[in-house]
């Protein structure tokens, strides 16, 4: 034979407050733990996105470096950007400029890789006319 278990108006208030703080440390656990996520979901986006930057722009320095001397130059074309979604919206601004005047066969090569008018990613290095 089933007995019904009755609570006094106490207990039961007692068990629903309980209820109730069970719910609410679950809900700051959750909001907690989902931030977490997102925080760290953000900074692998940032990563992913510097990580291209730089690869872009060492490319980029190579080529630079492998074209011909300009005398008195003050920019280089861009090689062009490879294919797939991951370049997407970079756009890359290559200026050089000589060490001394006259141009005495060494220029600084400034390479700018910018991602839809994002932050940008600078790789500076230097161009000898061999």
Request: charged share 20%; proline share 3%.
């Amino acid at each position: 034979m089933l007995r019904k278990q009755t609570h006094s108006g106490s207990e039961a208030g007692m068990v629903l407050v309980e209820t109730i703080i069970a719910l609410a440390i679950l809900g700051a656990t959750a909001v907690i733990f989902l931030g977490g996520l997102l925080t760290t979901s953000r900074a692998a986006y940032i990563a992913d996105e510097r990580g291209t930057a730089m690869s872009l722009s060492q490319q980029q320095m190579e080529w630079v470096k492998a074209a011909d001397y300009t005398d008195n130059a003050t920019q280089y074309s861009a090689a062009p950007l490879p294919d797939g979604k991951d370049y997407l919206g970079y756009s890359i601004t290559i200026t050089a400029e000589p060490l001394r005047t006259p141009d005495d066969g060494i220029q600084r090569i400034t390479i700018k890789v910018n991602r839809s008018g994002g932050s940008g990613f600078i790789l500076e290095s230097y161009k000898v006319d061999r």
